[in-house]
């Protein structure tokens, strides 16, 4: 075998053909490089790796039409076949040497991520898994065309077999589609030879171990026909060849019974074991807050899927399958709209297709395929574009709603010029099955007897008395409310009835902005605060991640002094190289004076205050307005918006928010200069594919001089 792959690989590397399928390669993918990701700064090298995909159609043919076909009309098959070498090794060592003069190209592919990265942030996973999708298409192709060039003593003939079985199997998805949009049995006999739904996944983020095996089986399949194929013209026409022919077909038959079973075995395996979710954002992988709640699951859900199973969106459908797998409560059932156009009827008025519907016993739940995923517009070309994919959130929050007892009201106050929740924010509430009511203590004898908690988020003037002794009375009655506020100088005179409701828990918010001297703890700006983040419920999903950082822009001291019957769990804090300026207005500049505070500083408190009947009141206590707003929770990975909803989820008495932020689906750019970019695309279009031609031809014309 090593003999035959040693001559296999010199006759590509003295011959023009290997350095024409190097170059070529290497010169369209350096070209779809140069204007998807170093021109365009997409990031995801996937992209321009499954773009050329098409290539491995046409080139892999003409690399492979060759290697059997040739020795056949040249009569040299017979010098081979009669040599000491089984046939088996002479077809490993022929398709070994291809896939090394196939690797070459994808290996200079392989730095395209690691130019890119020079200059942003590159999803590592997801290119280097569409490039391993690339390699392992391609070595399929090989074998399939060294099968073809073993039948045919034409190249020609070989090449253009090679292609045709290759496009109908990259084309399966759309044959079967046209077959039967319902799917039948002859639709999933044919996607047995079908490419794209195998390489699909693999391109979109998911190292899909059953893809890696079809392909893997696929090449030895292959292989083993060319073997059967050749073994066939090994001996003469004789009763002994009619033993040999019935021993070859029984063999293939084996052969492939067994790769068919194989996959079908690897198929019927949970998604959990045989697909890995590579994506930065985890698109495909569920979170743990959507495991505990599916696996302590009591009583049963469906799931109404209103589409065919074949026809539903791919990416739902594997969030989907991740659900029913995880507890026997859960089912899955599919309506079609052409079958059951009028099911959706005794539970909305409308609705479009791959939108879902949740029931349980209880009640049930619309899901609306609009709000799974987010979109981006561009009104300078009226353009959109993915952002955002949110099935899981809404998913789960569906489930915990159709299972859940009853619901919970949070109130918001106004009338002393509260901040607003931005939409984020708001959809957070929501996936916690909370409603959110306003709140005007003006026009109301106390807080609601329904509240479950009360916000009160970054008041710019005072509560008159009034208001603040409601707010007491709540208190005392057992109540949760989660403050947020604004930065004021000088807070306590400014704002002395709301500092009298702080002060009932032992609490104050001290003069002066902090301002951060550790580079670890503030982002760009000292007032941009990225405070330590200490455990509790309050803090579950930021404490104790890789990337636990907060962002608390002008933030204040919370002062804090025993009371009777208050616990007080300090929730954020400062470093101790930050102070607390002072009269900022009048400064000239942040720099510290004798007369300013030293750190650390509380920024975020719990207090939890004993009552007489038993029961606690809570206070939750952050001392910046911007802490709840998307312009702080863009740069923390949602980390904000999970502290935020953590406090809903308190006061609704949940020992764990179900809140699940969407998954960012945006395209993340690099900044790569024009001049940069020009000169790679000159070394990949140009120089490296014209230099590897140019050897081939000055070694082919010396070779042909001798």
């Known amino acids: 075998m090593t003999a035959i792959y040693k001559r296999e690989l010199k006759t590509f590397f003295t011959t023009v053909t290997g350095w024409l399928f190097i170059a070529a390669h290497i010169c369209l993918a350096g070209l779809y490089f140069f204007a998807i990701n170093l021109l365009s700064g997409y990031s995801n090298v996937g992209q321009s790796f499954s773009s050329i995909l098409f290539l491995l159609l ?15 009309k040249q009569k040299t098959d017979q010098l081979i076949l009669t040599s000491p070498v089984s046939i088996g090794g002479i077809v490993v060592g022929k398709y070994l040497a291809m896939a090394t003069v196939f690797t070459i190209p994808v290996a200079v592919m392989a730095l395209f991520p690691l130019i890119l990265s020079r200059y942003g942030t590159v999803p590592m996973g997801e290119s280097y898994t569409a490039l391993l999708a ?12 060294l099968f073809i060039s073993s039948i045919t003593e034409s190249q020609i003939i070989a090449a253009v077999l090679s292609f045709a079985l290759l496009f109908v199997g990259y084309m399966m998805s759309s044959i079967t589609g046209l077959i039967s949009q319902t799917g039948n049995l002859l639709t999933k006999i044919l996607n047995a030879y079908n490419f794209t739904d195998r ?18 089986t696929l090449i030895i399949v292959f292989l083993f026909l060319t073997v059967q194929s050749i073994q066939k013209r090994r001996y003469q026409v004789s009763v002994k060849t009619l033993q040999i022919g019935a021993y070859s077909s029984g063999m293939i038959a084996l052969v492939v019974a067994i790769a068919v079973f194989l996959n079908l075995g690897f198929s019927a395996l949970p998604d959990r074991y045989t697909k890995i979710d590579v994506t930065s954002q985890k698109l495909y992988t569920l979170t743990q807050t959507t495991k505990n709640l599916v696996k302590n699951l009591s009583e049963d859900v469906t799931i109404y899927v209103i589409n065919s199973e074949s026809s539903q969106d791919e990416t739902l459908q594997q969030t989907l399958k991740s659900y029913a797998e995880l507890s026997d409560h859960i089912k899955l059932v599919y309506k079609d709209p052409v079958v059951s156009p009028d099911f959706y009827k005794d539970y909305t008025d409308s609705i479009s297709v791959n939108s879902m519907i949740v029931e349980s016993a209880q009640r049930f739940k619309v899901i609306n395929y609009n709000n799974i995923y987010e979109y981006d517009y561009d009104y300078s070309n009226y353009s959109s574009s993915v952002s955002g994919y949110d099935a899981e959130g809404q998913l789960t929050s569906a489930i915990a709603y159709v299972t859940s007892d009853s619901t919970s009201v949070v109130y918001e106050l106004n009338g002393h010029g509260e901040s607003s929740l931005d939409s984020s924010f708001e959809d957070g509430v929501k996936k916690e099955n909370v409603d959110l009511a306003d709140l005007t203590l003006l026009t109301e004898d106390g807080v609601p007897d329904d509240a479950n908690g009360v916000l009160i988020l970054s008041p710019t003037n005072d509560l008159n008395a009034e208001d603040a002794d409601k707010l007491i009375a709540y208190l005392n009655n057992g109540g949760k409310v989660l403050i947020s506020t604004s930065y004021i100088d000088s807070f306590s005179e400014e704002m002395p009835n709301l500092t009298k409701v702080l002060s009932e828990f032992g609490l104050s918010i001290g003069n002066g902005l902090i301002v951060e001297q550790d580079n670890a703890r503030m982002y760009q700006n000292p007032i941009y605060l990225l405070p330590n983040v200490s455990s509790d419920s309050l803090t579950n999903g930021v404490y104790g991640k890789s990337y636990d950082y907060i962002m608390m822009p002008y933030a204040q001291p919370i002062l804090t002094k025993e ?15 930050a102070y607390s300026k002072t009269d900022l207005n009048q400064s000239s500049d942040v720099k510290k004076t004798e007369d300013d505070a030293q750190g650390p500083f509380t920024v ?5 205050k004993t009552l007489a009947s038993g029961e606690e009141a809570q206070l939750i206590l952050y001392s910046s307005s911007y802490l709840f707003t998307e312009s702080a929770n863009q740069y923390t990975m949602d980390n904000n918006l999970t502290l935020f909803t953590n406090a809903i989820s308190t006061m609704a008495g949940e020992s764990e928010s179900i809140s699940i932020p969407t998954k960012s689906m945006a395209s993340t750019y690099a900044t790569v200069p024009t001049a940069s970019a020009v000169r790679y695309g000159i070394l990949l279009m140009g120089i490296l594919p014209i230099g590897l031609l140019a050897a081939g031809i000055i070694i082919w014309a010396r070779r042909r001089k001798r």
């Open 58 to 72: 046409l080139s892999t043919p003409i690399l492979s039409m060759r290697m059997l076909a040739e020795e056949r």
């Open 199 to 216: 390489l699909d996944a693999m391109v979109e983020g998911t190292l899909n171990l059953k893809s890696v095996l079809y392909f893997v």
């Open 134 to 145: 690339y390699y392992l298409f391609g070595l399929t192709c090989l074998a399939i065309g």
């Open 604 to 608: 975020g408190v719990k207090a939890v």
């Open 563 to 577: 009371k009777d019957g208050v616990t007080l769990t300090t929730l954020l804090t400062t470093s101790e190289k």
